[in-house]
């Protein structure tokens, strides 16, 4: 069975713009969630989505969004890049949503704003 | 919110040998998990063992295994054996379902495995 997959896998961007993470779950896993990880805050929960649903979002600002598609794909929005948000950005899934599930992590993507 | 601390930024083990790392957290729950995750250089975090809270017996995976103690609310991880591939960043995690089921991370400690 193939992997959480995430592409792209290294982005490169300048202030202002914006851009759109995608994350492939492994397949029958209908939970996403994301995580930012930075040297100094280390791995911070972004939001979780389930059956296209976000169940749980951490405390960053409303220029991160997402969403999560049918076929649980989920895609990761960010906008008006700040400097601060150069990070790798981890995405996870589980077969359901629940505090037992293990969730299995992507490769992530590094973004880079200049 | 929920805190993970993971007091040692390094540690190193020579090949063969047992390496402890430790994590400490606070939570006032009754009801939930911990978990240490393997992140080596290619970045792919992996699960490495997990310890449901109201399990008094101590979580073991083969080489690996914690001492789970709940009350001091500490838990670290023994890595017997240790191997070249050992070598990572570990992280410590919690999660609770009466805060959303989200994970909340220690800052990790770096494992140099030396041969």
């Known amino acids: 069975k193939a992997g959480v997959t995430q592409t792209p896998r290294y982005l490169i961007k300048t202030r202002g713009q914006q851009v759109t993470l995608s994350c492939s779950p492994i397949?029958?896993?209908?939970?996403v969630s994301w995580y930012q990880q930075t040297p100094g805050q280390g791995l911070q929960f972004l939001f979780e989505?389930?059956?296209?649903?976000?169940?749980n979002k951490g405390n960053f600002p409303g220029r991160f969004s997402g969403r999560q598609f049918s076929n649980s794909r989920s895609e990761m929005n960010v906008s008006t890049l700040e400097l601060g948000d150069s990070a790798l950005y981890l995405c996870?899934?589980?077969?359901?949503?629940?505090?037992?599930?293990?969730?299995?992590f992507g490769p992530g993507t590094r973004l880079t704003v200049l | 919110a929920q805190t993970v601390t993971q007091s040692q930024p390094e540690m190193s083990v020579q090949e063969a040998e047992t390496v402890t790392l430790s994590c400490t957290y606070d939570?006032?729950?009754?009801?939930?998990?911990l978990f240490w995750y393997k992140q080596p250089p290619s970045r792919q975090m992996i699960l490495v063992i997990r310890?449901?809270?109201?399990?008094?017996q101590n979580a073991t995976e083969n080489r690996f295994s914690v001492n789970f103690q709940k009350a001091a609310k500490s838990f670290s991880l023994k890595i017997s054996d240790s191997q070249l591939g050992d070598a990572a960043m570990y992280f410590c995690?919690?999660?609770?379902?009466?805060?959303?089921?989200?994970?909340?991370f220690g800052t990790g400690t770096s494992l140099t495995v030396i041969p």
């Open positions: 939570t006032s729950e009754s009801d939930y998990y």
């Open positions: 397949s029958g896993h209908r939970s």
């Open positions: 996870a899934s589980s077969l359901k949503a629940g505090v037992t599930d293990t969730q299995y």
């Open positions: 989505y389930f059956s296209e649903t976000q169940r």
């Open positions: 310890q449901e809270a109201y399990k008094q």
């Open positions: 995690a919690y999660r609770s379902p009466n805060t959303g089921n989200q994970f909340y």
